[in-house]
């Protein structure tokens, strides 16, 4: 078990709504990573937060956006919620530029 | 995009056996890590190779790299049920922060007493 956490564990929203998902990070970690997996694949790179800016962001539209706060905790802020977007959503801290990466146990959204 | 692509999709084996799965993938890396996980939650680090090391134990685990061929091998040997999980192997893209992972689609392993 890592001691990064996520909330909520499951959540179940309607297509054009809005959601935030909340990670927390290890302790001593300041950079945070979200990724989404959709079943059957392998996780896909959200973006990364450090020291509350965002630095580095994969192939995701603006709808989906971040939070870093002072504490190092994180959200990820999805609008328009499209059936698409169903997926697990991963959260992973680390140190500064470090390269292992320890993951949350993940969030599940379903979008109807 | 994902970077890494592994095969076999999916492995059955029984217990004691071992169990091989690879990986390729496209881009110059780093380093090479490979990722467990149990039944669609959080992935938990295995073990990280980097580009100028060959091979990598770690207990019943073990790591090949062949960058001349970008690939990458995951032994696990003596396999118990409790290995049953999906794995992943990733290549980091370094961020200004950090790294971002890019993961294949995976390998399904399933042990069987």
């Known amino acids: 078990e890592t001691g990064v956490t996520q909330s909520p564990t499951h959540l179940i929203k309607t297509r054009g709504q809005q959601v935030t998902l909340r990670c927390s990070s290890q302790?001593?970690?300041?950079?945070v990573s979200w990724y989404q997996q959709a079943l059957g694949q392998g996780p896909q790179f959200i973006f990364q937060?450090?020291?509350?800016?965002?630095?580095g962001r994969g192939n995701f539209p603006p709808r989906f956006s971040g939070l870093q706060f002072p504490n190092y905790s994180s959200e990820l802020n999805v609008n328009a919620l499209e059936l698409d977007d169903s997926a697990l959503y991963l959260c992973a801290s680390s140190l500064y530029r470090g390269y292992e990466q320890y993951f949350g146990p993940g969030t599940r959204l379903t979008v109807t | 995009s994902q970077q890494g692509e592994e095969d076999p999709q999916a492995l059955s084996i029984q217990e004691g056996e071992n169990a091989t799965m690879n990986c390729s993938y496209k881009t110059s890396i780093n380093n090479l890590q490979w990722y467990r996980q149990n039944s669609g939650r959080g992935l938990v680090h295995l073990i990280l190779?980097?580009?100028?090391?060959r091979e990598k134990h770690s207990g019943r685990l073990r790591v090949t790299l062949d960058t001349s061929k970008k690939s990458s091998s995951l032994l696990i040997t003596a396999s118990r049920a409790a290995d049953t999980a999906s794995y992943f192997c990733?290549?980091?893209?370094?961020?200004?922060?950090?790294?971002?992972?890019?993961f294949g689609k995976g390998t399904t392993l399933s042990v069987s007493s």
């Open positions: 990733a290549t980091a893209r370094l961020e200004q922060a950090g790294t971002a992972l890019i």
């Open positions: 302790s001593g970690h300041n950079t």
């Open positions: 937060y450090y020291r509350e800016e965002e630095n």
């Open positions: 190779i980097r580009s100028n090391e």
